[in-house]
C-alpha cells in the first residue's frame, strides 16, 4: 500500500521518513514489523545502558525511546484528527524541549518499554479503525501537508530512523 502514497501530497521533509519503510509492507506492516525491530533491540540493553548517551549534548537511550513515544503519540493524534475532517491547522512542536522535560533519565527502562508497547498498540488499532477513505483524508500540522496513510508511514520510518541511530551509534 505505500505505493499509494504517490497521489498523496505532503510535504517534502516527510519523504525521509517514508522513504525508511519498505516498499512492500503496507501501513499495519510497517508499524507491526518496526514494533518487533525496536523490541528486539531493546531486549539487548540493560538498565545500567539506558542512561548512556554516545556524546556529550546527545539523547540517552532512554531519552531516544521517551521521544519515539511522544512523537508517536503526537502524530497519532494529527491522524485522529485529519481522519475526523478537522481542517485545523495542527501546531508543531519541540521535540528538544519535551525530551528536555520528560525526566527519562530518572524512570525504569523496563517501564519505558512497556509504555513504548502500550503504545504501539495503541497506534495498530488507531490505524485499523480508519476507513480508506479516512486514510486518504489530508491536513496540515505545523504548516506542512500531510495525509492520514502519510502519518501512519511516518511513524515507522521515523522509528526505523532512530534504532538505527540506537543501532550504529549506541550499541557498537
Not at 24 to 37: P, Q
Not at 140 to 166: M, P, Q, R, S, Y
Amino acid at each position: 500500500m505505500k505505493e499509494a502514497l504517490a497521489t498523496h501530497n505532503f510535504a517534502d521533509y516527510f519523504q525521509y521518513y517514508i522513504g525508511m519503510v519498505e516498499d512492500h509492507e503496507d501501513v499495519i506492516g510497517a508499524l507491526e514489523h518496526t514494533h518487533k525491530r525496536t523490541n528486539e533491540f531493546l531486549d539487548l540493553i540493560t538498565e545500567e545502558q539506558g542512561n548512556y548517551a554516545y556524546d556529550a549534548g546527545k539523547w540517552s537511550i532512554k531519552e531516544l525511546l521517551v521521544h519515539l513515544i511522544d512523537m508517536e503519540r503526537i502524530f497519532c493524534n494529527r491522524a485522529l484528527r485529519i481522519a475526523r475532517n478537522d481542517i485545523t491547522d495542527l501546531p508543531g512542536y519541540d521535540h528538544d524541549s519535551y525530551v528536555e522535560n520528560s525526566a527519562a533519565n530518572g524512570r525504569k527502562l523496563c517501564d519505558i518499554c512497556k509504555e513504548y508497547n502500550l503504545v504501539r498498540q495503541g497506534t495498530i488499532a488507531l490505524f485499523n479503525s480508519f476507513t480508506p477513505e479516512m486514510l486518504e483524508r489530508e491536513g496540515t500540522a505545523n504548516n506542512n501537508k500531510l495525509t492520514v496513510l502519510a502519518i501512519g508511514f511516518i511513524i515507522a520510518g521515523h522509528e526505523i530512523h532512530h534504532i538505527n541511530v540506537l543501532d550504529q551509534k549506541y550499541l557498537n
